[in-house]
């Protein structure tokens, strides 16, 4: 599974933004697929994840704006970026990640950066 992230670029404070992640493969509705962001001088921290169950999380700073969702025919999470502000300008990085059999599988893209600025 090698995630491809797109859709990033400038978006207006309180503007909307759609990222994509593709994931190749085909045991893509078996893996967690989350996005993570990291700006300048930060570490990288968790956005929004998605299990292979369904179930979501979202940090608290996106909660309520920020919404992940996955198509498992097209292989590809997208993550639905509304009233961003200034503090999400970030490189936004996708992961699919599984354990089978004990063992750990942990993919990340490439990043796509996302400013936010008016």
């Known amino acids: 599974v090698q995630p491809v992230e797109s859709g990033g670029g400038l978006v207006q404070p309180g503007g909307s933004l759609r990222l994509s992640c593709a994931a190749s493969g085909s045991t893509f509705t078996s893996y967690d697929m989350g996005w993570y962001r990291q700006a300048p001088g930060n570490k990288r921290e968790l956005v929004a994840v998605?299990?292979?169950?369904?179930?979501?999380n979202y940090a608290d700073s996106v909660k309520g704006r920020f919404t992940i969702s996955r198509d498992s025919a097209k292989n590809t999470v997208y993550l639905q970026m509304n009233s961003p502000k200034p503090e999400d300008t970030a490189v936004y990085y996708c992961?699919?990640?599984?354990?089978?059999?004990?063992?750990?599988?942990?993919?990340w893209g490439q990043g796509t950066q996302v400013t936010v600025s008016s």
């Open positions: 998605i299990r292979s169950g369904g179930s979501t």
């Open positions: 992961n699919a990640y599984q354990v089978r059999v004990g063992v750990s599988y942990d993919y």
